[in-house]
């Protein structure tokens, strides 16, 4: 049966703002503090969307959440009318509020692992909501992820949707942003990869220094068991601690994969040649491209700064395959003599489109941070709610929307602003009528 790939790329928020709330993530912290426009960064995101939409691709819209998040301020013993609360917490502390106002869901890579039907037991396709629980900003996310991936993938014959993880640092899940799977076809049964930073458990495993290591061994081996994935066509392996603490916060900052092509850098993992060697075994395919990005290429620290491997790789109509990557990779002199070599190379990947999506960049978020992929059947892509797939009027309702709703300069300080949270839920009413959602966030219950 005919499989295809459709990417979810979340819509920046109203809220959008830098507040430097991710410690291992370079550009959050050096860009906090500045300020943000939530209105370019939407249309950012949209563009990107609509461009691999006319490129023939699939294309879905992921709703964002309900911010500033005042039940979670009341949750932590702030009382009052909103405006209160939301004064109350300022003064406390402004970073706690900028947490409880972050626009962090656009980050969809984020949202869930996904488990394909080819892949599973059962035949479903399944989703876990990613507990995130190594941020608290990030933390506030997995309840509403849910609600709405239910209100986009709503038939349980095809559907199979899991409660997030328990949420605490034994059990700490980044979702499909340490998530990767190789295929032949997208119907074909692929290798699911998981990678960790390290044991929840086990603290005798290596473990970065520096910086935090957010996903854990035993959530990628509960999210495995949960999905009903055979250990034939599982893989896990463990993420260099070393570039965790250079920056690589998630694995999808340092390696990509799309159907038979794998491109990783030569530091991303702990022990790069079993690791290979296991995969080659599992891949059910004719041929497994590893594309090695060496160090002399490519240093560590230009993979993090333009986000090389934050690129998505897609599979076009003629069965050739692009890599949509942000303008960073064209103004970093090694990335692009590797980009050009890249595509004129032996593999599939033959052609390269750059993005300005700078408003995420700044907060570390890039073109494959922004979405979620979800491979389907057509039968499935039928069951999926119809308002959530791109089309060229939905594009144009989704722009009239962003520009009618949302500021184009936010400050921490404007945080605080009670006007703020009405035209954040004013706005969120209106779209998830638009994306036919149904009462998906807590406003509305
Ligand atoms: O979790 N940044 C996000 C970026 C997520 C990128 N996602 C993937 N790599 N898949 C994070 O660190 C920064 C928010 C702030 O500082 O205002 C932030 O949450």
Known sequence: MKSIEVNFDGLVGPTHNYAGLSEGNVASLSNATESSNPKSAALQGLKKMKALHDMGLHQGVFAPQERPDIYSLKRLGFQGTDAQILAAAYKASPTLLAACCSASSMWTANAA??????????QKLHFTAANLANKF???????????ILKAMFVDDKYFQHHQHLNDNEHFGDEGAANHTRLCQGYGEQGVEIFTYGRSGFNRNKPAPTKFPARQTLEASQAIARLHGLSADNTVFVQQNPEVIDQGVFHNDVIAVGNQNVFLYHEQAYLNTALFKEELMGKFAGDKLHFLEVSTEQVSIKDAVNSYLFNTQIVTLKDNSMAIIAPTHCRDNASVYDYLQSLTTGDNPVNHVEFFDVNE???NGGGPACLRLRVAMTEQELGAVNPDCLLTNALYTKLVAWVNTHYRDKLLIDDLRDPQLLIESRTALDELSQILSLGSVYRFQQ
Do not use: C
């Not at 692992?113 to 059962?122: E, F, G, H, I, L």
């Not at 900003?137 to 609600?147: C, F, G, K, M, Y």
């Open 360 to 362: 995420s960049m700044k």
């Open 137 to 147: 900003h990030r933390s506030l996310e997995p309840e509403t992820t849910s609600n």
């Open 113 to 122: 692992t996904v488990s394909p039907s080819a892949d599973t037991m059962d």
